[in-house]
């Protein structure tokens, strides 16, 4: 790699920092300024640092994406860990473009593939059927609990129009999957799994871009559900697991209780550590690991689900 460059991304600014030379230079965050940033960088291949700001990164993504740069997205909490170790007291734009530059050099961060644009929608849909499915909840709850007419038919009349929207965004998934070749075979390999349903299939998708590239233990850890060993001399504690993609971990639950009855391999897993006196939590735990690193195996492996699989 010829250079590392942090960017520090706000709705209406980019701060640049090239780290070979210490360069600081700011660009608008709009499609004229994007085209300076872009100039500025040169046609040289280097590494961009920067952090996930939802909407904010995507247009400056795809320019980079196309000029054929390195793009490397950090997560902000693993950045702010990064500065504080590193001394960086003060947080300001061109402090923090410093920042990630130096964490992308010295963490020798790898480059990750940029989402597609049907991607990007299919993401959009399912962070919104995510606020959705608590809205449902939340209408249900309250209907438990009114009394008042006019409240319980506001209330009804709601929770029937979120069912609709849930149920018109699934469709909408449904058509880009299978619109995109790539995404429609990745997605019939794991509704062959038992236990992962549409939902969940599509969460996967979406939560971990990265299945199939990556060794079983790579998963497990990406999502949070590899056990963090906690010792110091000859004090050992509890492993727990922490950490990693907390909504790829929430959408793997309801799959793994539903492995547990219908799929034999998983079952017995779990029943295994419960028959050893683990608790119930600890082994559904170790179930949703066990469907993401199958899952990741199949992808990887290009097969889809079978009884005799290992």
């Not at 961009?48 to 054929?68: I, K, N, Q």
């Not at 793009?71 to 860990?81: F, M, Y």
């Not at 069912?163 to 909408?172: G, L, P, R, V």
Request: hydrophobic share 45%; glycine share 10%; charged share 25%.
């Amino acid at each position: 790699m010829h250079d590392t460059i942090g960017v520090d991304i706000s709705k209406d600014t980019l701060d640049i920092h090239r780290l070979s030379d210490g360069k600081h230079i700011r660009f608008g965050n709009d499609k004229a300024g994007l085209a300076a940033m872009r100039r500025w960088i040169g046609k040289t291949r280097v590494r961009v640092v920067y952090e996930s700001t939802g909407r904010y990164h995507r247009d400056m993504e795809g320019v980079l994406d196309t000029a054929g740069h390195a793009l490397v997205k950090v997560n902000p909490g693993r950045a702010r860990r990064f500065a504080q170790a590193a001394g960086y007291g003060a947080k300001t734009d061109r402090v923090d473009a410093a920042m990630l530059a130096r964490m992308g050099a010295v963490l020798d961060l790898d480059a990750k593939p940029v989402r597609t644009d049907s991607m990007h929608e299919i993401r959009e849909l399912h962070i919104a059927r995510i606020g959705l499915v608590k809205d449902r909840t939340a209408c249900r709850n309250r209907l438990h609990g009114a009394r008042n007419k006019v409240v319980l038919a506001q209330l009804r009349a709601r929770l029937k129009q979120v069912e609709s929207q849930i149920a018109q965004i699934d469709t909408e998934l449904q058509r880009l999957v299978a619109n995109d070749p790539g995404l429609a075979h990745r997605f019939g390999i794991l509704m062959s799994v038992p236990g992962i349903g549409p939902v969940a299939a599509v969460a996967m998708i979406v939560e971990m871009p990265e299945l199939g590239t990556l060794d079983g233990k790579e998963a497990a850890s990406l999502a949070g559900l590899a056990p963090i060993t906690r010792e110091s001399g000859v004090w050992k504690g509890r492993s727990r697991i922490g950490g990693g993609r907390r909504g790829l971990r929430k959408a793997l639950y309801m799959p793994a209780l539903v492995a547990i009855r219908h799929n034999q391999q998983l079952g017995q897993i779990y029943q295994r550590l419960c028959s050893a006196g683990k608790p119930a939590k600890l082994a559904i735990t170790a179930v949703m690991r066990k469907l993401l690193i199958l899952a990741n195996a199949l992808i990887r492996d290009d097969r889809k689900w079978a009884d005799a699989a290992p």
